[in-house]
């Protein structure tokens, strides 16, 4: 798996705190899927910087997180590395890139895991399977108990489900949620997006083990 860490960014402005957010010395880790969540999902994939368009809200919901003092670790499948679509170079550019635009909004990334391996390569890292997950909340030192993931997809929240740790669907993906739907266990519920999310966990709580309305009509746990 492909690991990058940005240590020496720090972000722009002094961090504020709410009244309403988490003491300062939280450290659980934020797992965030990145295409369909932090930026659109594109048919041909993202393959350079000019291709990558963040969602709305994204930045504004990771500075929020990075300010209630959660640690954000984006978990990424890039299989188009291993199919030679884009080197792993110009993805870790890439990733260099949209760490800078996180932190001159106010927010802060740990890293980004990514996995590169196609899936007949059947690799440990490529979501679903929760390698991803487990290497960084190793690394990282964060009890994968109290993470939560938030990811557009199935695989996403099946890999937070293999990992241990709690998820939530957002439906600016890939994945369209219907009533009913049964989502794997962990999964605390659907919001409309990754602000909702961000929203959800440092504004409300998270109460682990019960799935919760994040939003009139948008639970579907
Ligand atoms: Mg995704
Ligand atoms: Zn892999």
């Not at 188009?80 to 080197?87: D, L």
């Not at 899936?119 to 440990?124: A, H, L, Y």
């Not at 890999?159 to 600016?172: D, H, K």
Request: hydrophobic share 45%; aromatic share 4%.
């Amino acid at each position: 798996m492909l690991v990058q860490e940005f240590p020496s960014m720090a972000p722009v402005g002094a961090p504020t705190m709410s009244p309403n957010e988490p003491a300062v010395g939280v450290t659980r880790i934020a797992f965030i899927d990145r295409d369909g969540v932090v930026n659109a999902n594109r048919d041909d994939h993202v393959k350079t910087w000019d291709e990558f368009e963040f969602l709305p809200g994204a930045l504004d919901a990771l500075a929020i997180l990075s300010r209630s003092g959660w640690r954000i670790v984006v978990v990424t499948n890039q299989a188009i590395v291993n199919r030679g679509k884009i080197t792993s170079v110009d993805l870790e550019n890439l990733h260099q890139k949209m760490a800078q635009s996180i932190f001159q909004n106010g927010g802060k990334l740990a890293a980004v895991y990514a996995c590169p391996h196609r899936p007949e390569e059947n690799c440990v890292c490529r979501k679903p399977e929760p390698g991803l997950l487990l290497a960084a909340a190793d690394r990282l030192g964060g009890g994968l108990d109290e993470a939560i993931l938030v990811g557009d997809h199935l695989t996403d929240l099946e890999a937070a489900r293999r990992a241990g740790c709690r998820s939530i669907l957002v439906a600016t993906g890939r994945h369209r949620p219907v009533w009913g739907e049964i989502l794997p266990k962990n999964c605390l519920g659907v919001a409309p997006d990754l602000i909702a999310a961000v929203r959800y966990i440092t504004g409300v709580g998270v109460a682990r083990g019960s799935w919760q309305m994040i939003e009139e009509g948008e639970a579907r746990c």
